[in-house]
């Protein structure tokens, strides 16, 4: 049974959901470098992430990420989670996030930047050997990736 619309109450908050896809080989990271998308330009992070759309869930917006932003055909058998990590808003009635985070090791297609005007560079680094600056958020997974990671975490704003 649902409520009519005038007798929902109020939202409490609200959050934006994110998938990422952590592409591995060995012990190096495919990143790109962000450009032209207004939140931490110049920075590195996950070669493929975006907002899940109405109706999506993170593992059909990890795929579909990877299709969009490297032209590569992930399989859902080929997306091992991570983590899911929270981030609550640093501004009040401003949503917060929540990020689920992929590690894929097989993939159909060589990696390629397919958004220019989002990434301008695309490499392989060694865990050891990350670039600076790294998106601090996605920094905290990717300096764990050796390590079992929590299931969850949540981030201090």
């Not at 899940?52 to 869930?57: R, S, T, Y």
């Not at 579909?64 to 055909?73: M, N």
């Not at 949503?95 to 159909?108: A, S, Y």
């Not at 958020?137 to 975490?153: D, G, I, M, N, S």
């Amino acid at each position: 049974m649902s409520l009519p619309p005038q007798d929902l109450p109020p939202a409490r908050s609200g959050l934006i959901a994110v998938s990422y896809v952590i592409f591995r080989q060995a012990d190096a990271v495919l990143l790109q470098q962000r450009r032209g998308t207004g939140f931490l330009d110049g920075y590195w992070g996950a070669a493929a992430a975006g907002h899940l759309e109405n109706g999506e869930n993170a593992v059909a917006a990890a795929i579909r990420e990877a299709g969009e932003e490297l032209g590569v055909l992930v399989c859902q058998e080929h997306l091992h989670p991570l983590t899911v990590l929270q981030r609550p808003a640093a501004v009040k009635d401003q949503p917060g996030r929540v990020d689920f985070f992929f590690e894929c090791r097989t993939w159909q297609g060589t990696p390629e930047i397919q958004e220019p005007d989002k990434a301008v560079d695309l490499r392989w680094f060694g865990l050891d050997d990350l670039p600076i600056p790294v998106v601090p958020h996605e920094k905290v997974v990717l300096e764990q990736l050796r390590l079992p990671l929590p299931a969850f975490t949540c981030l201090v704003p």
